[in-house]
């Protein structure tokens, strides 16, 4: 009903809804062309949106979207079931190795962190669910200036196990092996019903 609209917070709305598309961020002039707003106005709802966390600004003053998306995302049910089937394996991952272990999935050229768990060493990577990046290359390895970050597919799945970390901390054979296991583990369940 009519009475019931916020205008604001539609325009809010209308500013999330230029996020569903292919590109990593947009540019304040996109948005603009987007949302058919006044940059004016978009500054000021933009400027919410990000002190929410909805959406980042990067060093170039692009916009793309925050972390908090994906965390309400995975309230979701089908969401909250696949966090209760692979969050075991990412805890004992990131024990076993004393790295950060994390659920990729991949959706073209996109990557974004699902699941992740970190270690308690201060030294360490720190991969947050809801961060995204873009692919470069055959696995959704994220360069890591000093570190590395190794990833195993989980088979018949958009999925990938990462374990990342300082590069002298992080044996690559040894990594290797934890994440064959990790995925050996998971493998036996039906991953391809949680589609990313």
């Known amino acids: 009903m009519a009475q019931d609209r916020v205008e604001a917070v539609e325009r809010a709305l209308t500013v999330m809804e230029a996020f569903d598309t292919p590109r990593d961020s ?3 002039a996109e948005l603009a062309d987007a949302t058919a707003l006044y940059k004016s ?3 000021r709802l933009l400027g919410s949106l990000e002190r929410f966390d909805y959406v980042q600004r990067d060093g170039r003053g692009r ?4 972390t908090t998306p994906a965390r309400l995302g995975r309230r979701h049910a089908p969401s909250r079931q696949l966090a209760d089937l692979v969050m075991p394996t990412l805890d004992a991952l990131c024990r076993q190795t004393g790295e950060t272990a994390a659920l990729l999935a991949l959706v073209g050229n996109d990557v974004e962190c699902r699941l992740s768990v970190l270690p308690e060493s201060d030294l360490r990577h ?6 995204h990046w873009q692919r470069q290359g055959d696995t959704p390895s994220l360069t890591l200036p000093g570190g ?3 990833c195993q597919a989980l088979p018949d799945t958009a999925y990938w196990l990462s374990l990342s970390g300082p590069q002298g901390r992080l044996p690559a054979r040894e990594a290797r092996r934890a994440l064959q296991d990790a995925v050996a ?3 036996h369940h039906e991953l391809q019903d949680y589609p990313p």
């Open 63 to 66: 916009y793309r979207l925050g």
């Open 126 to 131: 720190t991969l947050r669910p809801g961060q």
């Open 148 to 150: 590395r970050m190794l």
């Open 185 to 187: 583990q998971l493998h």
């Open 26 to 28: 947009l540019s304040l």
């Open 41 to 43: 106005t978009l500054l």
